[in-house]
């Protein structure tokens, strides 16, 4: 079964610092990866996604994230933290080795930014 | 830009009272989830809806939980005798067909669910 990992469950930055999100998947067959935020008293916003066509993928707000098949990894970045990034990130992933829709998520990564 | 919506967005109800969770999809999706998260865990998949038929469940999604789509419009989430254990953050979601497993979904607001 395939599942993802985020090490750090509270990440606290200085605004206009370099964010960095972590986040490890394990699966048998190429997945399909996807951050989303979650800001206080809201729903579940994409940032963006892994679909196979680049591995280093864009987000929306200046978020990126690259997809490192060696590593089996989909950081998330940002080069310079904006008190507005202050949200709950997850990482998830889709079951492409057995074709389920059902997203598979992360437990969950608690940014901080201080001023 | 349309928008998934839930209602009610907070509920409170004593243990062993049924519960029915709407969510309005997007208009064109096709596919719907619902998804909860008890206080402090992880974002955990409990269903999913197509073609008026369950497509996936998970193993949570028990006798106790059923899934309905009333009208053209609302899609629903019934617990028949809640438990503590269900409180929790319920969210739906939908999507669309075209990408397939690469198709994002789009969630709602949440209904936060309290049991008594």
């Known amino acids: 079964a395939q599942s993802v990992t985020q090490l750090g469950s509270h990440v606290s930055v200085s605004e206009g610092a370099l964010v960095l999100l972590r986040c490890n998947y394990s699966?048998?067959?190429?997945?399909?990866l996807f951050w989303y935020v979650q800001y206080p008293n809201q729903g579940l916003q994409l940032l963006l996604k892994?679909?196979?066509?680049?591995?280093l993928v864009k987000g929306i707000n200046g978020f990126e994230a690259e997809f490192k098949k060696s590593e089996t990894s989909f950081h998330l970045t940002k080069p310079s933290a904006h008190m507005s990034d202050a949200a709950e990130y997850f990482c998830?992933?889709?079951?492409?080795?057995?074709?389920?829709?059902?997203?598979?998520f992360g437990s969950g990564t608690r940014l901080q930014v201080q001023p | 830009e349309p928008e998934v919506t839930q209602t009610p967005s907070h509920q409170v109800t004593q243990m062993g009272q049924e519960v029915i969770l709407r969510c309005v999809p997007i208009?064109?999706?096709?596919?719907f989830y619902w998804y909860r998260q008890i206080l402090g865990q992880k974002v955990e998949f409990l269903v999913s809806?197509?073609?008026?038929?369950?497509?996936?469940k998970s193993e949570i999604f028990d006798d106790q939980f059923s899934v309905e789509r009333p009208d053209g419009s609302n899609f629903t989430l019934k617990i028949r005798s809640t438990k503590l254990e269900d409180s929790a953050m319920y969210f739906c979601?939908?999507?669309?067909?075209?990408?397939?497993?690469?198709?994002?979904?789009?969630f709602g607001p949440g209904t936060r669910l309290l049991v008594l």
């Open positions: 979601a939908s999507s669309s067909l075209t990408s397939g497993l690469q198709e994002t979904q789009y």
């Open positions: 699966s048998s067959v190429p997945p399909y």
């Open positions: 892994y679909t196979s066509a680049a591995t």
């Open positions: 998830a992933v889709t079951h492409a080795d057995t074709g389920r829709r059902a997203l598979t």
């Open positions: 208009s064109n999706h096709l596919y």
């Open positions: 809806f197509y073609n008026n038929e369950i497509s996936e």
